[in-house]
C-alpha cells in the first residue's frame, strides 16, 4: 500500500513538473522570438529559394535543415514552424489549465485562449488538409479541373483534381498604373456552369476577391505575357472557416473581459 501511494505521488510530481516546464511564461517568450527569427529568414530565403521550396523547408517543416555541398547530410540547425507552433500550442494549453480557474470573472479570458487554441490547431489542420493546385485558362477556353504544380501522374502529365462544375474564360484585363508596367490590377470574367445545381453565372475574380464554390476557392494569382489568359490558384480547404470562428471568438473574449471589468467600476462610481 505505501509503495502504490509513493509511485502515486512520484508519478504526480513528475506530471507536476512537466506541466510547469510547458507552462512558463520562459518557453512562451522563447517559442514567440524563434518564429519572429523564423519569419524573417523564411521571409529573406523566398528571393533565392522560391515561394513553395521556402515555405516547405522553413514553415512545413519540423526543422529546418542545412545540407553540406557534396553529400547527402540533412543537419537540423533550427526549429521550423511545425514544432514552433506546436510547442505554442501545448504552453498555451499547459498555461491556462493551470493557471486560470474557471469562474464568472475570468469567462473573457477562457474565450480568449480558447479562441487562440483554435487558431493554432485549425492553422495546423488546415496545413495538414488543404488542396492546392492551379488552373491556367486561355481567353474562351473552359476547363472543369485544376492541376498540382508538383504531384504528377502515371501519363506524366500533372496530377488532375476535377471540379463538380465547369470555368469559362470569357475576358482577362490587366490594368496597369498610367505610365508605367507595374500591374494595378488583373481580373478575370467567368462563366461558372455546374450542372448538379443548375447555377450558371457570369463571376469575376480579382485580386484580394476570390471565388468560392463547392468547396473550392480561386484566387487570381497570375497572367500570361499576351493578356490572353489567366493563372488561378485553386485551394481545397475544409478548415477555412476555423481563423473566422477564432478571431471571433477573441473578439468577444477580450469584449466580455472589458465588460466585466467596466460595469462593476461604473457600479462603484454611482454608488460613491
Not at 56 to 66: A, L, M, N, Q, T
Amino acid at each position: 500500500m505505501g509503495l502504490s501511494v509513493r509511485t502515486f505521488c512520484g508519478t504526480f510530481i513528475h506530471i507536476s513538473a512537466f506541466i510547469k516546464v510547458f507552462a512558463s511564461l520562459r518557453l512562451t517568450v522563447v517559442t514567440l522570438a524563434l518564429a519572429m527569427a523564423l519569419v524573417f529568414v523564411g521571409t529573406l530565403a523566398e528571393v533565392h529559394l522560391g515561394l513553395y521550396r521556402a515555405q516547405s523547408e522553413f514553415f512545413r517543416s519540423f526543422f529546418v535543415y542545412w545540407h553540406p555541398q557534396n553529400t547527402g547530410w540533412k543537419i537540423p540547425v533550427f526549429p521550423g514552424g511545425y514544432l514552433i507552433g506546436v510547442l505554442l500550442l501545448i504552453n498555451l494549453i499547459a498555461a491556462h489549465t493551470s493557471r486560470f480557474k474557471f469562474s464568472r470573472e475570468k469567462i473573457g479570458i477562457w474565450m480568449i485562449h480558447a479562441g487562440l487554441i483554435l487558431l493554432l490547431a485549425g492553422q495546423l489542420f488546415t496545413d495538414m488538409s488543404a488542396v492546392e493546385s492551379r488552373m491556367h485558362l486561355r481567353v474562351g477556353e473552359t476547363k472543369n479541373y485544376s492541376e498540382s504544380d508538383r504531384a504528377y501522374e502515371l501519363q506524366l502529365q500533372p496530377k488532375r483534381f476535377y471540379l463538380p462544375f465547369s470555368l469559362h474564360l470569357l475576358e482577362f484585363r490587366h490594368d496597369v498604373y498610367e505610365g508605367t508596367d507595374i500591374p494595378k490590377n488583373y481580373s478575370s470574367r467567368l462563366l461558372l456552369d455546374r450542372p448538379d445545381t443548375g447555377e450558371h453565372r457570369e463571376v469575376l475574380i480579382y485580386m484580394n476577391n476570390p471565388l468560392r464554390c463547392a468547396g473550392w476557392t480561386f484566387y487570381q494569382t497570375g497572367f500570361d505575357m499576351d493578356d490572353q489568359g489567366t493563372i488561378l490558384q485553386v485551394v481545397k480547404n475544409p478548415g477555412w472557416l476555423t481563423p473566422y470562428l477564432a478571431c471571433g471568438l477573441i473578439a468577444m473574449g477580450l469584449i466580455v473581459q472589458f465588460l466585466s471589468h467596466l460595469i462593476p467600476f461604473l457600479k462603484r462610481r454611482t454608488v460613491a
